[in-house]
């Protein structure tokens, strides 16, 4: 996975939210962090074309986030801050299925599919339940389950540990350690990016630490004082 910004700019309203910038990504697991309004979540959204630079480019293996947004949303899978918002049919397993549309794939490759991603996350038992009976950890193990049914190549997760428990929050650290996928996580919890391999750090719309993530969260920790 080879993530590119040239030059890369968003702006709305007139306000600069992210600079411009330069940056190419290749790590399997990269971290966003920074205060409340510094741009992480924007700058996420860029990778996979939700938010389209007003200067600049994106690119994705070489795809254009604009010009070839369904190459870059077909690699590029991403989970929402809710994960509620994520799981659109009530059913756990009508959800799987959803995703997998656009694959055009047979009832039983469907089946085959759904049953292996809810397997491979432990909650083959939650296939007949539905979204809103399902605790946070849970719901965020579906909202990835909801995700990775589609084989994307890289999983980007906005604040995936926000409102769990430490028993829910350590249940979704472990899982995305387990992740064979690319992963970019923007977070608030420093010990779930503590071992990346890269961690950006965005300060009022600049990326202001780009490293191994000690290096990165100590710099952060002084910005915050
Ligand atoms: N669609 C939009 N229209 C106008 N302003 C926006 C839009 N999206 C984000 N912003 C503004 O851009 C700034 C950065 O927002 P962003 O969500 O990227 O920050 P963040 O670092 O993810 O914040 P948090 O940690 O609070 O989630 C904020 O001031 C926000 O209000």
Same mark, same amino acid.
């Given at each position: 996975m080879d993530i590119r910004f040239e030059q890369a700019e968003a702006r709305f309203e007139g306000r /600069?939210?992210?600079?411009p910038l330069t940056l190419s990504l290749v790590e399997k697991r990269i971290g966003i962090i920074g205060l409340n309004g510094s741009g992480k979540t924007t700058f996420a959204r860029m990778i996979n074309g939700l938010v389209a630079p007003t200067a600049g480019h994106v690119t994705v293996d070489g795809f254009d /986030?604009?010009?070839q947004a369904d190459a870059v949303r077909g690699r590029v899978g991403f989970i929402f801050?809710?994960?509620?918002?994520?799981?659109?049919?009530?059913?756990l397993k009508e959800d799987l299925a959803l995703g997998l549309k656009r694959k055009k794939l047979s009832a039983a490759e469907v089946k085959a599919a759904s049953d292996a991603v809810l397997s491979r996350f432990g909650?083959?038992?939650?296939?007949?339940?539905?979204?809103?009976?399902?605790s946070g950890g849970e719901l965020q193990l579906a909202a990835m389950a909801s995700v990775l049914v589609t084989q994307p190549e890289l999983l980007i997760m906005d604040?995936? /540990?926000?409102?769990?428990d430490l028993k829910n929050r350590n249940l979704v650290s472990r899982t995305i350690e387990g992740l064979h996928e690319s992963v970019v996580v923007i977070t608030h919890d420093l010990d779930l990016i503590g071992d990346f391999e890269r961690v950006l750090l965005f300060h009022q719309g600049q990326l202001v630490g780009d490293g191994p993530a000690d290096e990165t969260i100590e710099f952060y920790r002084g910005l915050a004082e």
């Open positions: /600069t939210i992210l600079q /986030t604009v010009k801050q809710n994960p509620q918002n994520q799981i659109i049919l009530p059913i909650i083959a038992h939650l296939a007949e339940r539905r979204a809103h009976e399902l604040e995936p /540990t926000n409102q769990l």
